[in-house]
């Protein structure tokens, strides 16, 4: 992750030199594309387009568009695309975003419970 901006060449440098990139495509940017894509030389992916309002509103949108794995080591350098009607919106997304926290399975009833 960059620490400080940089613009031009010196931030094509500081990426590691992509030479081989995805192109973003709707409804088929997500991780196990972006995977497959890397196997096979893909040196810079793009996420599909994340929609701010519901990113910063919703949990489950915000996993399912940008999950625990997204952006990780072998996910980079990976492009986030942010859509919004309002600038105010698209600047409240965290940079770099940040991944919903992992869900966590539902209590299981005891047997002690379930007799009372």
């Known amino acids: 992750m960059l620490q400080t901006p940089c613009w031009g060449r010196a931030f094509w440098d500081a990426i590691g030199r992509p030479a081989h990139v995805c192109a973003p495509m709707v409804e088929a940017s ?19 387009m994340i929609h701010s309002r519901l990113f910063l509103e919703s949990e489950e949108y915000r996993a399912e568009q940008f999950g625990a794995h997204d952006g990780m080591a072998g996910d980079r350098p990976l492009f986030a695309q942010f859509c919004a009607n309002h600038p105010e919106t698209f600047l409240a997304v965290p940079s770099p975003p940040r991944p919903a926290p992992p869900r966590r399975p539902a209590p299981r009833a005891t047997r002690a419970a379930r007799a009372g």
Do not use: K, N, S
């Not at 997500?30 to 599909?48: D, I, K, N, V």
């Open 30 to 48: 997500e991780l196990a594309f972006r995977h497959l894509c890397r196997r096979y030389g893909t040196t810079l992916c793009y996420t599909p």
